[in-house]
């Protein structure tokens, strides 16, 4: 797409095919309880070669993510007859045939077999307990090959086991359709980007500061039992700020109509957020909501996906706007779609109440500390694990600091707080990256849109708001190597991260939370309950002593392993304690003695006194 190219969703511009000759969808999902959604899609086609593709590059994954695996029981057939089919030998997302003379439509079935569990990466995919859906329509779907495929019209319905509820961005159609929900008739990319969420117990909540805002902005929340549909007072009052502080931030114009959040809670669905226009696709633990640990947990998850509708949906970068679903995304600029996304997530946490103050700066120093801990920065700029992004979604979590993961993400956040500060210092206070949202962000169409913007438009934005050399300065974070992790945000903002033996309140929580312990910053790994080792920090205490991922300890100090024991073993380290780990390493055994006196060592951040509160600055709120 052209460069700063404005795509509206339309429904009145389209195709003369798909004007006039929607795709009619029927999603069964009365089954859902045993993993199995049957499908039956009705294709407009004329006789001759027909190319069908199964999307697999879908906005907001960042890598090819396609359930082509789970399909089965695909049949075509037209004129009532069977057709053969094969699939492309260059593209197992596609299959080609041929339609007969007469033909004005093919009818699709299959079946899609839904992933148990978080294997094979199905937090990003639809997903099912007994009593909760989060149907993604690109896993049940099919579309023909055309030069204009995004614009497809498609006749969506629904069927849903008895006394289920759902809700969506898509809006209800008057056509009837015997036990089944029916939506009015969208494009494909509309389509797509329009998550469903179902479930036996189902309940909607309103949210913003006054009606207008009501009417706007709501949750949808579906879980495994009643007992998890509450929120806190706390929780409530916070879900109200949140749409008037992204006002403030980005100004009044929307890039949509209505937003919903839609909320899946489930201890049998892996848990994830997908951003999308006027949606997103959230999913969280059965007692999320009523759980102090996992409320805390989870505090950035809607701001982010929130922030996406404006970034990451509206604006986006030029090279991941593509015209169909098969064609690979240029992800180089995921460390401005996603880590000045995972900034703003977390400032309008802190804004809106989702997050206090505190537990604002302690979420800065639990990540500057993990980021200071990947020591694959020395050789691997943060730009190269944005282009690399398709290969480290999955990879594994070993090996992460030697390898880097999606640090675009973590390190976006330090990175944008850095950009933040260093606004607020160079204008004296009078300017703020909040300046820079409202120019970058704010013409918003008020329905769903996409206007690409690449480096430069990013420069351009930036001087705008404080004049700098911001190409250098990019440059030197993000393109370059570098021993340390961007901190000037927070020693700019009159803190540093310090450790102590203590841990906050929230590492306390996310760690438990992980049925772990992260000892990173002290004997540099992370261990299970179960004593397997997680990940090791190259040149730590733990790797110097032998000690490498995969490894399961047995004992500590000649005592069977346990993680109060590690614990209590670690502390005493600082007081002339031995530390001696039985490691078992396939069927072998090793005790490894670790040389370390430091004793527990978490980390948090300290006020420099005679340095102002710039970080108080930067996360007070902006409405009432």
């Given at each position: 797409m052209p460069r700063l190219a404005l795509a509206v969703f339309a429904?009145?511009?389209?195709?003369?095919?798909?004007?006039?000759?929607?795709?009619?969808?029927?999603?069964d999902a009365s089954e859902v309880?045993?993993?199995?959604?049957?499908?039956?899609?009705?294709?407009?086609?004329?006789?001759?070669?027909?190319?069908?593709?199964?999307?697999?590059?879908?906005?907001?994954?960042?890598?090819?993510?396609?359930?082509?695996?789970?399909?089965?029981?695909?049949?075509?057939?037209?004129?009532?007859?069977?057709?053969d089919w094969k699939r492309d030998d260059a593209d197992p997302f596609t299959v080609r045939l041929t339609a007969p003379e007469g033909t004005k439509s093919v009818e699709v079935t299959f079946d899609l077999l839904l992933a148990a569990g978080a294997e094979g990466g199905a937090q990003f995919m639809t997903v099912a307990s007994p009593k909760v859906l989060m149907l993604n329509?690109?896993?049940?779907?099919?579309?023909?090959?055309?030069?204009?495929?995004?614009?497809?019209?498609?006749?969506?319905?629904?069927?849903?086991?008895?006394?289920?509820?759902?809700?969506?961005?898509?809006?209800?159609?008057?056509?009837?359709?015997?036990?089944?929900?029916?939506?009015?008739?969208?494009?494909?990319?509309?389509?797509?980007?329009s998550p469903l969420l179902a479930g036996e117990y189902v309940r909607e909540v309103k949210i913003g500061a006054d009606d207008a805002e009501k009417e706007r902005h709501r949750i949808v929340i579906a879980c495994d039992s009643p007992d998890g549909l509450e929120a806190t007072a706390d929780t409530r009052k916070a879900w109200d700020k949140l749409p008037g502080e992204a006002a403030a931030l980005f100004g009044p114009a929307k890039p949509y109509t209505r937003y919903t959040f839609l909320l899946g809670l489930s201890n049998h669905i892996p848990g994830a957020g997908i951003e999308h226009h006027q949606s997103s696709d959230n999913r969280l633990p059965e007692l999320a909501l009523v759980k102090s640990a996992e409320r805390k947990a989870a505090a950035t998850l809607f701001p982010h996906e929130y922030t996406h509708s404006w970034n990451g949906k509206f604006r986006r970068p030029a090279d991941m706007i593509v015209p169909d679903y098969q064609q690979p995304q240029q992800t180089r600029l995921l460390w401005v779609y996603e880590?000045?996304?995972?900034?703003?997530?977390?400032?309008?946490?802190a804004r809106s109440g989702l997050m206090s103050a505190d537990e604002?700066?302690?979420?800065?120093?639990?990540?500057a500390s993990r980021m200071t801990n990947v020591r694959a920065r020395a050789w691997r700029p943060l730009d190269d694990t944005a282009a690399a992004a398709s290969t480290l979604f999955d990879a594994t979590r070993s090996w992460r600091s030697a390898r880097r993961a999606v640090d675009f993400y973590d390190e976006g956040t330090l990175l944008w707080l850095e950009v933040d500060v260093l606004i607020r210092t160079q204008t004296k206070g009078a300017k703020s990256l909040d300046d820079f949202c409202r120019v970058?962000?704010?013409?918003?169409?008020?329905?769903?849109?996409?206007?690409?913007?690449?480096?430069?438009?990013?420069?351009?934005?930036?001087?705008?708001?404080?004049?700098?050399?911001w190409k250098a300065y990019f440059a030197r974070r993000v393109e370059a190597v570098a021993e340390t992790p961007p901190l000037e945000g927070i020693t700019g903002g009159g803190w540093k991260l310090t450790f102590t033996e203590k841990p906050t309140d929230l590492f306390s929580a996310m760690e438990g939370l992980s049925k772990g312990a992260n000892l990173s910053d002290s004997l540099g790994f992370q261990v299970s309950g179960e004593g397997l080792i997680g990940d090791v920090v190259p040149g730590s205490v733990a790797a110097r002593a032998g000690l490498a991922p995969g490894m399961k300890l047995l004992a500590v100090n000649g005592r069977r392993?346990?993680?109060?024991?590690?614990?209590?073993?670690?502390?005493?380290?600082?007081?002339?304690?031995k530390l001696e780990l039985l490691a078992e390493s396939g069927d072998f055994f090793k005790t490894h003695a670790l040389d370390y006196t430091g004793g527990a060592r978490y980390p948090r951040l300290e006020k420099v006194e005679e340095k102002p509160d710039v970080l108080a600055d930067v996360v007070k709120p902006k409405t009432k």
């Open positions: 429904l009145t511009t389209l195709p003369s095919f798909a004007l006039g000759q929607p795709i009619e969808l029927s999603v309880a045993r993993k199995v959604i049957h499908v039956r899609e009705v294709v407009p086609a004329a006789p001759g070669a027909l190319a069908l593709h199964y999307p697999r590059w879908i906005p907001g994954r960042h890598r090819p993510v396609g359930q082509i695996a789970n399909v089965t029981e695909f049949r075509v057939r037209a004129n009532g007859a069977a057709l329509w690109n896993d049940v779907l099919v579309y023909p090959k055309v030069e204009k495929a995004l614009a497809l019209t498609f006749d969506p319905s629904m069927k849903l086991p008895e006394k289920w509820k759902y809700g969506t961005a898509l809006e209800p159609s008057e056509k009837e359709k015997t036990g089944y929900a029916s939506f009015k008739g969208v494009t494909l990319e509309a389509l797509i980007d880590g000045l996304t995972n900034y703003i997530g977390w400032l309008l946490a604002a700066r302690d979420y800065l120093a639990m990540t970058f962000f704010g013409d918003g169409p008020g329905a769903p849109a996409v206007k690409g913007y690449r480096l430069d438009d990013v420069l351009a934005a930036l001087s705008a708001v404080a004049p700098a050399d392993f346990a993680l109060d024991g590690l614990k209590t073993a670690v502390g005493g380290t600082k007081s002339g304690g």
